[in-house]
């Protein structure tokens, strides 16, 4: 089968696609036939060898990626809940960019993609959805409050406008101008980010919470505006002026199960920028690296 590899730590040029023998389910787990792979920032920060790579204790040689969607073709012995046939979501940290991977639905979250949704889009909710989720579970306490978002146009923060407005928030999401028709149609109060943007929330008090998206400029402005610490929440910066983060492996095991939910009935829309076949991963990272994404990049295992 086809797997992306890397044998040292760098940048998009160490990775290669290589020809290995397919794994199999051992008892407890089950194989998926992966249709698709949604990328995540996480991802090269682990293949580049920073932080993200030791705080996991991972060295190469290893695969890449994380969030997968494709079908169950193999269940190992012990495994109950799970058949042959079952069209799944959820992790493969490392070893996601490859035709079939093992998981060991016990240990890492697995759920069921909805009739209709698509394979892309399931994988997309995985890192993205459960982190926007738990940001918006933890800041939006009741209905009315304000969440300022930071970086919302991007694909974790179009996820968390839409989730907040669920729940009754009035939403501010900061963004470069030209996303701000986008940040309108989700629900959400747009302001540009950038110099003076601690003066132009300034001007849309009351702010009750921060959801930093896009680093520590957002924890920042929301201080001087008045939002307190512990109502602050960064991922791109984690620990920014103190603000806590999220619970990445996310272990509430509904939220898979409510995202996909609602994005099957068209209740949340996961944008996707751009689709790749698999021979072009280095292609897709160079993207995704490069910043400013307007939703999610996905490479299709099946095309």
Same mark, same amino acid.
């Given at each position: 089968m086809r797997r992306v590899m890397h044998d040292r730590f760098g940048g998009p040029e160490v990775l290669e696609l290589r020809e290995v023998d397919e794994p199999h389910a051992a008892p407890g787990e089950v194989r998926i036939r992966v249709e698709a792979t949604a990328l995540n920032p996480v991802d090269w920060k682990i293949f580049s060898g920073g932080p993200a790579a030791a705080s996991r204790g991972l060295v190469p040689p290893l695969g890449v990626g994380n969030d997968i969607a494709g079908t169950i073709d193999e269940v190992g012995d012990g495994v109950s809940?799970?058949?042959?046939?079952?069209?799944?979501? @959820?992790? =493969?940290?490392?070893?996601?960019?490859?035709?079939? &991977?093992?998981? $060991?639905?016990?240990?890492?979250?697995?759920? +069921?993609?909805?009739?209709?949704?698509?394979? @892309?889009? =399931?994988?997309?909710?995985?890192?993205?959805?459960? &982190?926007?989720? $738990?940001?918006?579970?933890?800041?939006?306490? +009741?209905?009315?409050?304000t969440l300022f978002i930071h970086g919302a146009s991007g694909g974790v923060g179009q996820l968390a406008v839409q989730l907040a407005v669920r729940r009754g928030a009035r939403v501010i999401g900061s963004s470069s101008e030209r996303n701000h028709e986008l940040l309108r149609a989700l629900g959400a109060e747009p302001v540009v980010y950038g110099a003076g943007l601690p003066e132009r929330l300034e001007t849309m008090l009351p702010i009750d919470a921060c959801f930093d998206c896009a680093g520590a400029d957002g924890i920042a402005a929301a201080l001087q505006a008045g939002v307190p610490i512990h109502r602050c929440i960064a991922i791109a910066a984690k620990g920014a002026h103190g603000a806590r983060g999220v619970a990445t492996d996310l272990a509430q095991t509904g939220a898979l199960d409510d995202l996909a939910r609602l994005a099957a009935s068209g209740d949340l829309e996961v944008a996707i920028e751009q689709r790749f076949p698999l021979e072009r991963f280095r292609e897709a990272y160079e993207r995704l690296m490069a910043g400013h994404a307007r939703g999610k990049l996905i490479l299709d295992l099946t095309r």
């Open positions: 809940g799970w058949d042959v046939g079952d069209r799944v979501f @959820g992790s =493969a940290r490392t070893r996601a960019l490859q035709d079939h &991977t093992v998981v $060991d639905p016990a240990a890492e979250r697995l759920a +069921r993609i909805p009739e209709g949704l698509d394979a @892309g889009v =399931a994988a997309s909710l995985v890192v993205a959805g459960r &982190t926007a989720w $738990d940001a918006v579970e933890q800041l939006v306490e +009741r209905a009315g409050e």
